[in-house]
């Protein structure tokens, strides 16, 4: 699941360091793309920084203020700073809010990148340039109680794009304590999980009426993740999207195991805690971090999406942030590839924005960093610079991870229609299997050619024990002038061990390595009589 464009990236790590004084961290690089580029520095968390963070909690913190390193709960934040960023407040607390949050962010680029840590990022980027590519940015923070500051905003002066922002420089956090990335291939979709929790808001004592507000929280998110901004041939991308009203751990593992995703999205209640925090899928039935990090890693899901406002906050023992125990860090220590949540509370209207740009830009087939920074532009397009809402998502990535989900754009763009399974009587119908019974789950066949097998990198993955990993292929195939029809010629060809069912006139019928033609409406099973009921379906799309 890398690429070459990997080493075109710098992984900074920061920590403190505890043999001297509190304030005293250390600064690495531990990947850049030139040799000399792997530096060390040394920094003091001074008191402008200390004052600068302090007084954005004082502002923007929603869930109230965490610990400050180096600075006593009884501090109260003085926001009169020296004249050269002026933050005096006016009678404009917009233009008052802007310029803090502009203030933090310059001060927390001076701090991190200073020294040779600046020249390493500068001949990086040059690099990059000079190749015409984007470079990644990634940050490790060892130090639990840096975890909540918004190095997000960091800038490296006025008028420039925060870091998390620019397009050229993707940012991402990372961590180096992981299981190995394991290469589960590109897909052709997205194919998303929704799993709506127990909300612990709004709670109502009238059980049909907090069912139907679940419902529709549900239809509203899969309206959102399914939608379509970008229709251009070749471009377009199918989301499918299934959807699980407060499931039992067993039912979602379950579900997990039975079908194939690469997208995790939950939505609903959870709070942290030392393995990775609690989600509460039903009111008294939750599944921690680590249970959920081995079902998503087991079952090769891609990107986990958290739209919880605890997600990318560790826990806490007394007063001090245990370390690695947030619900991102967990994942990714497992060997999740990407991660996404929030680093505060969010409103629900943001949200919803974000999740939506993001999965467009999922489906124009960006990598997950770059989909990121784009629906992060999009909030402070909607919600402005003096507004903390583009600065709640926080993403995670795999230090392996390029963040490419889905296969890139095609750039045949000359074919014989029949070829393709796209164009003339192809592009006129919606060809696709169904499952019956079950859930009745519906897989399109995309580009004329589903492979079905037991192997994750097939289009229909069927985990049943007698199906092979590379089972049998439905395809198009162009039919000849005399045998010109209505409908486009798909037919089926099996090449596994046990062979493949199709309902005929005659009754079931057994095919081993041989080759079938298929009609709208013919039922199949897979290596078995007794294997997953699914049906055929070619239905007309009404274009011409």
Known sequence: MSSSSESLCLWLALDRLTAADPEHYAIWVLKSPFPSGHVHHDRIWNHTLSQAWQTWQSMFSLRGLPQVPHIPSAYVPQLLLDENNDLSKSSQTNSYSSRLMQHLGLNLWQWLFDGPVQSSLDHSCGIAQGQSTVMRLRLEIRDPELISVPWEIMQSQPGRPAVALNQQILFSRTTSDVDPLADWGLDNGLKILLVV???????????????????????????????????????????????????????????????????FFYAGHGIPAPDGGLLFLQP????????????????????????????????????????????????????????????????????????????????????????????????????????????????????????????????????????????????AHTISIREIGGDGKVWPIYRGLMRVGRLPDNDLVIGEPWVSSKHAEIFYRRATAAEEASEPTYFLRDFSRYGTYYLSDEGWQQIHRQEIPLSSGTQLRFGSSDGCLLEFLIEPTGET
């Not at 909300?199 to 929280?217: I, Y």
């Not at 998110?221 to 989301?239: F, Y």
């Not at 507004?387 to 392996?400: E, N, R, S």
Request: proline share 6%; with cysteine.
């Open 284 to 427: 008294n039935a939750t599944l921690n971090g680590t249970e959920l990090a081995q079902v998503l890693t087991r079952c090769r899901v891609k990107l986990a999406v958290f739209n919880t406002c605890w997600g990318a906050q560790p826990e806490c023992s007394g007063q001090q942030a245990i370390p690695r125990s947030s619900l991102a860090e967990v994942l990714l220590h497992h060997g999740v590839p990407a991660v996404l949540a929030m680093r505060d509370s969010i409103a629900d209207e943001e949200a919803l924005s974000f999740i939506q740009k993001f999965a467009q830009a999922l489906a124009e087939r960006k990598p997950v960093d770059e989909a990121v920074a784009i629906a992060r532009q999009h909030l402070l397009t909607l919600y402005k610079f003096n507004q903390p809402a583009w600065t709640l998502p926080v993403l995670y990535m795999h230090p392996d991870f390029d963040g490419e989900l889905l296969t890139p754009m095609p750039t045949d763009i000359t074919r014989l229609p029949g070829d393709s399974g796209i164009g003339g009587r192809a592009a």
């Open 197 to 263: 929790g127990h909300d612990d808001g709004g709670a109502s004592d009238d059980r049909a009426a907090a069912t139907l507000s679940l419902e529709k929280e549900a239809d509203l998110l899969k309206n959102i993740l399914e939608s379509r901004a970008d229709s251009r041939p070749g471009r377009r991308v199918v989301r499918q999207v299934d959807v699980l009203l407060q499931p039992s751990p067993a039912e979602l593992v379950q579900h997990l195991e039975r079908y194939r995703y690469n997208v």
